[in-house]
């Protein structure tokens, strides 16, 4: 199997954010309330397309193009080093079929997600200026009314939406724009899924560090349940944080693998703690804890159903630890972490 360019994190990033950048400065005139104020309406919009397409365009050669090429072999390999930890798998043979299976469902997943930032980007933008066109158009005044109400103050002259010019005294332009960016944001904000206005800069370092442990688990859930593995462990490192409630917990790779444990009654009758386990979905769908943005807990392939039960840690099957969900989970996960490592 053909080797790929080693996948180096903290040089992808810093290349992704040199041309987000580039991007963001050569758009920077919309940001520019006498720009978008005097500048024709419609060049402006095309200004706005740019920048989006050029997004995009940068976006999805981190995510779906080389980049994520390189990131899937070297997540292969990591998951073929955790199985090969486990001597009742035998042996563990490298194939290109998966890189290029582990590749496709890479794209499938992180495709949408750049055209979802993308196209919040665009149309947040879009609303901020259809918004400020529109007081523009009303606060804006002939040439003749303008200096019967302001006298010589200076004036930017707009053209309004029938093609008529008109002048607007530049603190109310600037007043206006400033509310429409308060509103809609900056061309360099994304609204995440949970309501949060995160930089682009930094959701984007944010969603690096995050699509690295996410290709990671997907290499593992991908090439574990192409050879009838059914469960995997969270990682440990010893966290401060509430992720610590997660850390060592067994899990199924996926819904159809705990189906498939539960439906055979030998192996319930050996780990009957196993009826409590959660899915991987259903970590990854509760953002309190593990999995959070930003999170760098990964799983492990952990195939217990090739173990007896002699063979396993008994902590290692225990019952999902107990996560508050309310008061001060940071401090509560301090106690935890406390009682657990006798600190």
Not at 288 to 315: A, M, N
């Amino acid at each position: 199997m053909g080797r790929r360019q080693p996948y180096h994190i903290e040089t992808e990033a810093a290349l992704l954010r040199k041309r987000l950048d580039a991007a963001i400065r050569a758009a920077s005139d919309l940001e520019d309330a006498r720009y978008v104020t005097t500048q024709n309406r419609m060049q402006t919009r095309r200004l706005l397309q740019e920048y989006t397409g050029t997004l995009d365009a940068d976006l999805s050669e981190f995510f779906t193009g080389d980049p994520m090429a390189s990131l899937t072999a070297q997540s292969l390999q990591t998951t073929y080093k955790d199985m090969r930890e486990w001597p009742t798998l035998g042996k563990v043979a490298e194939t290109q079929v998966s890189e290029e299976r582990l590749l496709r469902a890479a794209r499938r997943e992180y495709g949408p997600l750049v055209r979802g930032i993308v196209d919040t980007i665009h149309t947040s933008q879009n609303r901020r200026l259809n918004s400020y066109f529109l007081q523009l158009d009303t606060m804006a005044l002939p040439e003749q009314l303008y200096k019967k109400r302001f006298g010589q103050i200076p004036s930017w002259i707009t053209t309004d939406a029938e093609g008529n010019q008109k002048h607007i005294a530049p603190k109310n332009a600037n007043a206006t724009f400033e509310a429409m960016s308060r509103t809609y944001g900056r061309n360099d904000v994304v609204v995440y899924r949970d309501g949060t206005n995160y930089p682009l800069r930094t959701y984007v370092d944010q969603k690096v560090i995050s699509t690295s442990r996410e290709v990671q688990d997907l290499a593992t859930i991908v090439e574990g349940s192409g050879r009838g593995i059914m469960t995997a462990r969270v990682t440990s490192h010893g966290s401060a944080d509430s992720c610590i409630y997660h850390e060592g917990e067994m899990i199924f790779l996926t819904e159809g693998a705990r189906s498939q444990f539960l439906a055979d009654r030998s192996l319930v009758e050996k780990y009957p703690a196993a009826k409590t386990w959660r899915t991987y979905g259903e970590l990854q769908r509760d953002k309190t804890h593990i999995f959070v943005f930003g999170c760098k807990h990964r799983i492990k392939v952990y195939p217990l159903h090739l173990l007896e039960p002699e063979d396993v840690d008994p902590e290692r099957v225990e019952e999902p630890a107990k996560v508050p969900t309310s008061g001060n989970l940071e401090k509560q996960a301090l106690e935890f972490r406390k009682e657990k490592f006798a600190l």
